[in-house]
């Protein structure tokens, strides 16, 4: 219930967005973005991301570059500049790879290009992959070098559903190949990039810590059959996952099930994660998925050794909007990337977003007395927030608004903390 008493409360910007719950805040690192994509973390301390737009960007000590280091023409819809990958030796050779849609004439493909990086500037452009099938929709893009040093490619089925069970097509699947673009010599098919196949829009890769499994989020039917059904996958070399012949549940000879699938339910599930820090002890060891029509990130407990969901939870719900990807920084925080932006979604103000997500600091505890205090990130109109039962609604000095009790408010402003 909305009240029609409103404070404004000196809160300090780093205060952040609190969620107690959770032991975390989530902040803002970057905002008024256009759609970003993927994000990666050089070892330099550069961080750099794409925007489906097909503005490549970094923010550097820091801060947000104002200008994109580099611009690319792009495919539209669902494609554009997707997956960016830094090479496992970046720090010698400055290699950058791209996955790129693009037209040529009347059709629409994807490609991986590498690039040499150097002060924010890219050269020596190679295209490793190309041709590979694209559309305005189903174009995968998801790119990561795993353990064993190759890089892992996701692919849709571009609208074209029998490409997903076509050996010979590099359309609906997992691709794998050495970083200078050829194809590894234990790859399942000979002369193939097919690394695993029967997928409609792999959107997320990541390889468990311990067994090194590689683990996989896809795009359900939620469309075209007016189902959902979207997947988590452990991803096995030269095995088949079934699209379009099965989904969800469904069985057949020689095809592999998902460990989890959303049934009539629709996630959209995006970038994933595991994490593996004790920054956010109660964490360690999950793995994380973004969500894009859910709205939340989902957070799974995974016991490999078994391939098996143990427990998974839901946090976030609605507070950030669609989320696109989920990263572990090298600091040992969770980095998230919202995309209200994309067409889909609700604009939240100074939309699109990179959060961060790090636990409640030593500044913070000076006030956990003070509670209850949930805040919500600027840029949400205050008559959209429901405050429970005996909260009032406040606004802070940039005007976002928090909800708290009329005794936790005055105590702030005995602390010293002006109202307006």
């Not at 690039?115 to 893009?141: Q, R």
């Not at 973004?290 to 989902?298: D, F, I, N, Q």
């Not at 669609?322 to 969770?334: E, M, N, Q, T």
Request: aromatic residues 10%; proline residues 5%.
């Amino acid at each position: 219930m909305i009240l029609s008493i409103f404070f404004v409360i000196l809160l300090p910007n780093s205060f952040g967005q609190t969620f107690e719950e959770y032991g975390v805040k989530v902040e803002t690192v970057a905002d008024n973005l256009h759609i970003p994509w993927e994000i990666v973390f050089s070892p330099d301390g550069r961080i750099f991301f794409t925007e489906r737009v097909g503005n490549l960007r970094v923010i550097e000590n820091g801060q947000l570059n104002p200008e994109p280091i580099a611009s690319f023409s792009v495919g539209g819809g669902e494609g554009g500049l997707l997956g960016i990958a830094l090479d496992p030796n970046f720090k010698e050779n400055h290699y950058l790879y791209l996955y790129q849609t693009y037209n040529e004439l009347f059709s629409t493909f994807n490609k991986v290009v590498r690039y040499k990086e150097s002060d924010n500037k890219l050269s020596e452009e190679k295209i490793l992959v190309d041709k590979i099938p694209g559309a305005s929709y189903h174009d995968g893009g998801r790119i990561k070098f795993g353990p064993d040093g190759k890089l892992y490619i996701t692919t849709g089925d571009a609208g074209n559903y029998n490409l997903a069970q076509d050996i010979n097509s590099n359309a609906g699947k997992i691709l794998r190949i050495n970083s200078d673009g050829s194809i590894p010599q234990d790859n399942p098919f000979e002369n193939s990039l097919v690394f695993s196949y029967g997928h409609r829009n792999p959107q997320g890769i990541d390889w468990e810590p311990n067994t090194g499994k590689l683990f996989e989020s896809e795009h359900g039917p939620s469309g075209e059959r007016g189902v959902a059904h979207d997947e988590i996958n452990v991803i096995e070399k030269g095995k088949n996952y079934g699209w379009p012949d099965i989904i969800g549940d469904e069985t057949k000879n020689g095809m592999i099930n998902p460990i989890l699938q959303s049934g009539d339910d629709t996630w959209a599930p995006s970038g994933i994660s595991f994490y593996s820090n004790d920054k956010i002890s109660s964490w360690n060891g999950k793995l994380f998925v973004a969500t894009l029509r859910g709205s939340h990130l989902k957070i799974l407990d995974v016991d490999s050794s078994q391939n098996k969901i143990v427990s998974q939870q839901d946090i976030f719900v609605n507070e950030f909007g669609r989320l696109r990807d989920i990263v572990s920084g090298p600091d040992g925080y969770l980095y998230l990337l919202t995309s209200n932006n994309d067409g889909r979604g609700s604009q939240l103000g100074n939309d699109d977003r990179i959060l961060k997500i790090s636990p409640i600091s030593k500044y913070k505890s000076e006030f956990s007395d003070l509670s209850p205090l949930k805040q919500y990130h600027k840029g949400i109109e205050a008559n959209k927030i429901s405050c429970k039962e005996n909260l009032i609604l406040v606004l802070k000095i940039d005007n976002s608004p928090a909800c708290t009790s009329q005794k936790t408010a005055q105590k702030l402003i005995e602390r010293g903390w002006g109202i307006q």
